[in-house]
């Protein structure tokens, strides 16, 4: 089993659409989580980051934790064109800060 | 600007001809590192730095090196690339060993190195 697993898409959702990515990660004991925007060619930027259990909303951006369960999910609220990219989970599985990625689920916002 | 700067952007080299890709950022981090991200495979590390002349492998250091003799440069070193190693690579540095939860293993990316090994 990877320690986090996307699935890598792509997902297509309509313009003003929710779009939803999920996340799943092995180690019980991981301390924060992250997801990371990719345009295409481009470096990964942070949109979000999450500590506890329950939701934390951020604009149009939710992110969902639940530690139980052991996954992690983003919500964007009225998708754009411009939300088309690859969206990356990462986990900092244990002390120490090493983030691991997951491979990336591409969305694609359709006009 | 805080930022991380990584060159050369776009690279292309032969079998068994040495190179460095550098690394430098301005942002007092002492936690670096070097990831390089692959179709379907995600971002994997290669190496990373908690401070000067502190470095240890990540996931995949097989045929890379990395040295850290200043703060602010990380740079990598491909002895001898194969093919294997056409990648895109990036750098990243954070607040580590900072508060996790106040976002000191949140990572700041350079802009990216495409390598390509023929």
């Known amino acids: 089993q990877k320690e986090v697993e996307q699935n890598s898409g792509p997902l297509s959702v309509p313009e003003g659409a929710i779009a939803s990515l999920n996340c799943t990660y092995s180690?019980?004991?991981?301390?924060?989580f992250f997801w990371y925007r990719q345009y295409s060619g481009k470096s990964p930027e942070l949109i979000m980051s999450?500590?506890?259990?329950g939701d934390k909303e951020d604009g149009r951006f939710t992110a969902q934790l639940n530690k139980a369960s052991q996954y992690v999910s983003l919500l964007i609220r009225d998708s754009q064109p411009s939300d088309s990219a690859t969206y990356l989970c990462?986990?900092?599985?244990?002390?120490?800060?090493?983030?691991?990625f997951g491979q990336g689920t591409e969305l694609s916002v359709k006009p | 600007e805080a930022q991380v700067t990584q060159n050369p952007r776009y690279l292309i080299t032969v079998t068994g001809k040495k190179l460095t890709v550098t690394c430098s950022q301005n942002?007092?981090?002492?936690?670096m590192s070097w990831y390089r991200q692959d179709p379907g495979l995600g971002l994997r590390q290669i190496y990373y730095?908690?401070?000067?002349?502190?470095?240890d492998k990540g996931d995949v250091p097989e045929g890379y090196k990395v040295s850290r003799k200043e703060k602010r440069n990380f740079p990598l070193i491909l002895e001898s690339p194969s093919p294997n190693q056409t990648s895109l690579y990036f750098c990243?540095?954070?607040?580590?060993?900072?508060?996790?939860?106040?976002?000191?293993?949140?990572?700041?990316f350079g802009a990216g190195s495409r390598l390509t090994v023929l």
């Open positions: 180690d019980r004991g991981s301390q924060s």
């Open positions: 730095s908690m401070n000067v002349e502190v470095t």
């Open positions: 999450i500590y506890s259990n």
């Open positions: 990462a986990v900092n599985p244990r002390q120490g800060g090493k983030l691991i």
């Open positions: 942002m007092n981090h002492e936690y």
């Open positions: 990243a540095s954070s607040n580590l060993p900072g508060p996790i939860y106040s976002g000191a293993n949140v990572l700041t």
